[in-house]
C-alpha cells in the first residue's frame, strides 16, 4: 500500500525523547525553549511559544489579540474545521468568503464586501502547503484596522515573494503526524509583536503573570518537552524533507495527464503539504476507487465545506453559498506526496491516474 504520510521518525528523535526522560524536566523546560527559538529563527520572526496543538494556537492567538463574543472574523469554508472551530471558541463568529478555484485560497478579491462594523481579524489558511496572496490582505488588514492570524498548519516554511508563512501576521502551526513535520501533538505561534507574544504565553499558563497569581482567565496550552525533543529533530530535517516533497510534486506535474495539477503562482514557494489534484467530469470517486484497488491510498480535503457541516448550518443557517468551494469538494483529490516515497511509487500512482483518465 502506498500511504498518503508516513511520520519519519529516526534515531535521532528517539534519543531526544530519551534525554528528555533521563534529565528529570518533563514540561516548560529547556528543549520547550530551544525548539521555540528554533522555530522563530525559522520562520524569520522575534518571537515563537509553543502550544499543545495547533488547534489550541489557534485559539489562543484569538485571545491574545483580544477577540470575543460578538467579533467576526474573514476565513476561508475550504479549510480543516480547526480553522473557523477557534473562532467559535472565544464567542466569535466566523464569515466566510469563496475561494479562488486555482488555488484553493481565500479569494482576496471577495474580502473587502465582507467587512462589516463587527469585523475584527482576517484568518487566511495557507491550504495545502501554499500561502494566500498576503500582499493584498496585509493592505487590507491595514486599511480596515484589523489582525491577521494565519493558519499555517499545513504550511511549515512555506514562502510568499520570499517571506515564510506566519511572519505576517501572527502565524499558528500545528506539528500533527501527518503534517510536514511532527511532534506527535503541538503546535506553534509566531510573531514579531512583544505584546501578542506576552499575551500568548500568560494564557497558555492558567493567566498567570506571578506564580500563582492570575490577573485574567487562561488555559493549560503548554507543550511538553517530550514533544518539543521530536519537533526539535523534526525542525533540522524541515528543509530536506520540504525539498523531497517538491522533487515528488515536480514528477507529478510533469508526468500526470487528463487531470488539473497545483497552480503555484509566481513568487510563491509551495511546500505540498498535499498534492492535490482536480479530477474533472464528476470521476473523482470512481478514480479514489480506481486507485485503491491497486493499493494507492488517496484523501479528499475536504470533502464537505464548513458552512455545509450539519452544526454550523444548525447555527448560522443552510443559506450560504460559496461556488468555488462546493465545486471544489466535489473534484479535490490528494495523492501521496510524502518524502518517503519511492521513485517506482511515484511511477506507480501518476501511470495509474494516467490510464484511469484515459481509459473512460
Ligand atoms: C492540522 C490543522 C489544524 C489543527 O492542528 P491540530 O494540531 O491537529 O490541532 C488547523 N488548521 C489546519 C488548516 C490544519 O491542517
Not at 520562520?43 to 485559539?59: D, F, N
Not at 498576503?134 to 499555517?152: C, F, P, Q, R, T
Not at 502565524?171 to 507574544?197: L, Q, R, V
Not at 518539543?228 to 495527464?257: C, E, M, P, V, W
Request: hydrophobic content about 40%; aromatic content about 8%.
Amino acid at each position: 500500500m502506498i500511504n498518503m504520510a508516513k511520520p519519519i521518525i529516526g534515531d535521532e528523535e528517539k534519543k531526544a525523547v530519551l534525554e528528555v526522560l533521563d534529565s528529570g524536566i518533563l514540561a516548560q523546560g529547556p528543549r520547550v525553549a530551544a525548539f521555540e527559538e528554533g522555530f522563530a529563527r525559522m520562520c524569520g520572526v522575534k518571537h515563537a511559544i509553543a502550544t499543545s496543538s495547533g488547534t489550541t494556537a489557534l485559539h489562543l492567538a484569538l485571545l491574545a489579540h483580544g477577540i470575543g463574543e460578538g467579533d467576526e472574523v474573514i476565513t476561508s469554508p475550504f479549510t480543516f474545521i480547526a480553522s473557523a472551530n477557534s473562532v467559535l471558541y472565544v464567542g466569535g463568529t466566523p464569515v466566510f468568503v469563496d475561494i479562488d478555484p486555482r488555488t484553493f485560497n481565500m479569494d482576496v478579491s471577495k474580502i473587502e464586501a465582507a467587512i462589516t462594523p463587527h469585523t475584527k481579524a482576517i484568518l487566511p489558511v495557507h491550504l495545502y502547503g501554499l500561502t494566500c496572496d498576503m500582499d493584498a490582505i496585509m493592505v487590507i488588514a491595514k486599511k480596515h484596522n484589523l489582525a491577521v492570524i494565519e493558519d499555517a498548519c499545513q504550511s511549515h516554511a512555506a514562502e510568499f515573494k520570499g517571506k515564510r508563512a506566519g511572519s505576517f501576521g501572527t502565524g499558528t502551526f500545528s506539528f500533527y503526524p501527518t503534517k510536514n513535520m511532527t511532534s506527535a501533538e503541538g503546535g506553534m505561534i509566531t510573531t514579531d509583536d512583544d505584546a501578542i507574544a506576552e499575551e500568548c504565553k500568560v494564557i497558555r499558563n492558567h493567566g498567570m503573570r506571578r506564580r500563582y497569581y492570575h490577573d485574567e482567565l487562561g488555559y493549560n496550552f503548554r507543550m511538553t518537552d517530550v514533544h518539543a525533543a521530536i519537533g526539535n529533530a523534526q525542525l533540522g530535517k524541515l528543509d530536506t524533507h520540504n525539498a523531497k516533497r517538491a522533487q515528488n510534486a515536480a514528477f507529478y506535474d510533469s508526468h500526470l495527464k487528463g487531470v488539473t495539477t497545483p497552480f503555484v503562482p509566481e513568487g510563491y514557494k509551495h511546500v505540498y503539504h498535499q498534492y492535490t489534484i482536480r479530477v474533472p467530469g464528476g470521476k473523482r470517486d470512481a478514480l479514489r476507487e480506481y486507485l485503491k484497488e491497486r493499493e494507492i491510498g488517496t484523501e479528499v480535503y475536504y470533502p464537505v465545506p464548513i458552512h455545509e457541516q450539519g452544526f454550523y448550518m444548525e447555527m448560522f443557517g443552510s443559506h450560504q453559498v460559496f461556488p468555488a468551494t462546493e465545486a471544489a469538494a466535489l473534484e479535490v483529490l490528494s495523492i501521496p506526496v510524502h518524502p518517503s516515497l519511492s521513485q517506482a511509487d511515484l511511477e506507480k500512482v501518476a501511470n495509474t491516474i494516467n490510464k484511469f483518465m484515459a481509459g473512460k
